[in-house]
Structures are given as C-alpha cells and as structure tokens.
C-alpha cells in the first residue's frame, strides 16, 4: 500500500515557476514507477510526466517537454516535478500516481493517486 501527498501547487503568473513535490508512504516507494497527471477546468485528466524506479528513464506529454522535468529522491519517498516558463493553459490540478513496473502514459494502470494540488498560472 503507498500513500500519496501532493504540496507546492499555488498561484503564479505566466513565465514563472513552481515545484511540485509528492510524498510517499511505505518503504517500497524505490520500486515503484512515479507519474504526475493533471486535470484541467472542463477538461479530462492527461498524462504529464512519468520516472523508473531508477530515475533513469522519463517521459513526457509534448505539451510540456522542455518546460517540465521530473525526479525523484528514493532516499526521501519523493517525487518531484519542476515547472518552468508556465502558461495559462498549464492551469490543473496536478496529482501524482504510483504503479507497479512499467512507465506508462494511461491513467487506468497507475494504482494509487494522491488528493491532488492546484495550480493557477495567471496571464
């Protein structure tokens, strides 16, 4: 079982940056393949970015490729998205996910969800 608790969302204006961070508990946090997904308004939840295990592979929607970037801390049960040069349309609410092997871009395969946190980017 992994718990998972989503801090640093806020307010910020278009251009700027914010970091993201997602707690985990449980002590196979290491294994497990780690996702951030968001929802925007009147919009479907979409994948964002996802990291092995390892940390050593990654992958990201086009939509925020260059601008996001995605880690993790095995040592702190913690995955991290930075977010640079923000858009109006970045606005969501961004949550983290948790699966067993395999990155992954579906939603329906990933097992555990953190509450969510939101994210404003005004214009």
């Known amino acids: 079982q992994v718990q998972l608790v989503e801090s640093g969302g806020g307010l910020v204006q278009a251009g700027g940056s914010l970091r993201l961070s997602c707690a985990a508990s449980g002590r196979t946090f290491s294994t497990y393949i780690m996702a951030w997904f968001r929802r925007g308004p009147g919009k479907e939840r979409e994948f964002v970015a996802a990291?092995?295990?390892?940390?050593?592979?990654?992958d990201y929607a086009d939509s925020v490729k260059g601008r996001f970037t995605i880690s993790r801390d095995n040592a702190k049960n913690t995955v991290y998205l930075q977010m640079n040069s923000l858009k109006s349309e970045d606005t969501a609410v961004y949550y983290c996910?948790?699966?067993?092997?395999?990155?992954?871009?579906?939603?329906?395969?990933?097992?555990?969800w953190g509450q969510g946190t939101q994210v404003t980017v005004s214009s």
């Open positions: 996910a948790a699966k067993a092997a395999g990155i992954s871009r579906s939603d329906s395969l990933y097992d555990y």
């Open positions: 990291i092995s295990w390892s940390g050593g592979r990654t």
